[in-house]
């Protein structure tokens, strides 16, 4: 019986010092949830300051421009109410949850990492066995995260993200606070990854990552497979 899962949003807005606005890319929230909520499964979504989580504008186009995807999320009353009064994550918990999942977006870089309620729920749902699920640069938010002896929680999994490589394409490795892909090598994960902007996404056991916006769909259909098919 499907139960529900807990996004975690980033609740930054600002992509270092380039004057540009960031936050959660549209395309990462809005495919997930659609899948999601296909398979029966509800949606709650909380962010480090709660309140309204914004979209990278590099993300929204024009309406009626965006994809079929997007553009029904974007249309949704209910999930556009979800979005735009996300609760605090410091008030969040993992009890209930049967998967907590992270969509990207280069704010994701700044806060998740650094926020310690993000990394205690990534370390209770990691301990409670539940499903774990971040595409791109949502894969942050689980740098910081220990397992119980003391290793980072990404050492010795297969894990996947935003790469280094699409990094430099995109022109911001000298802008994010960290490379994401260097930084999950250095912690120990056995990185996997496609070229630049194909669709990929791993799963060990109860975590899935993935690596960029086309990525989306392949890393929730992994999570819905983890929760249905635990190994």
Known sequence: M???ILFIATSHTRLGNTGRQTGIWAEEIAVP????AEAGYGVDIVSPKG???????GSIKPAGQ??????RFLSDPQARQK???????????VVGYDAVFFPGGHGAMWD???????????EAAQAAGKVIGAVCHGVAALVSA????????????RVNSFTDDEEDAAGLSNVVPFRLESRLRELGGRFEKAPNWA???????????????????????????ALEHPE
């Open 2 to 4: 499907p139960g529900k």
């Open 33 to 36: 949830y659609q899948i999601f």
């Open 51 to 57: 309140g309204a989580a914004a979209f990278d504008p």
């Open 66 to 71: 965006n994809s079929e995807v997007v553009e």
């Open 83 to 93: 979005v735009e009064h996300t609760q605090l994550v410091a008030n969040a918990n």
């Open 112 to 122: 998740l990492p650094e926020d310690p309620h993000v990394t205690r729920v990534v």
């Open 146 to 157: 220990r397992v119980a002896d003391g290793r980072p929680m990404v050492s010795g999994k």
């Open 199 to 225: 669709s990929f996404a791993v799963r060990d056991g109860a975590l899935v990552t993935g690596q960029n916006p086309a990525s989306s769909a392949q890393v929730a259909r992994l999570v819905l497979q």
